[in-house]
């Protein structure tokens, strides 16, 4: 996996993305902002996917910086989703879509939802940060 130096996203150890959020206060829910987008990535297994990779983190960055979001993005590789990085719902997810061919790799996942993946745009990142449509 690479990732360039001053890249917003996160390559430390996994986290438990698959663990409930906190219960919600009574102050606007219905608008939460997300703490974390993840970019699942295969550039572990096909090197080729690289560059994809890096245009992921980078429009990634560019959308959280773009909306003002507290969110931060992590860098999940193929490898370590598969090795327990993820949660088994977020990888059945994930892998019925892949099937289905409704998502590629890169993906950008939120809240447990895939909300960009291939070659998608800043725009795309940022509807789904701001809960508005692209």
Known sequence: MTSSANTPADTAGPACCGAPAAAPTSQNTAQQEPREVLIITDSCCNPAAAPAEERAVKTVGEAITATGSTAHARLVSATDALG??????????????????TAQPPMVMIAGQIVASGNFTQQEVEAALTGTSA
């Open 84 to 101: 327990g990085a993820l949660s088994s719902e977020i990888l059945a997810e994930i892998q019925s879509q892949l099937v289905r061919g």
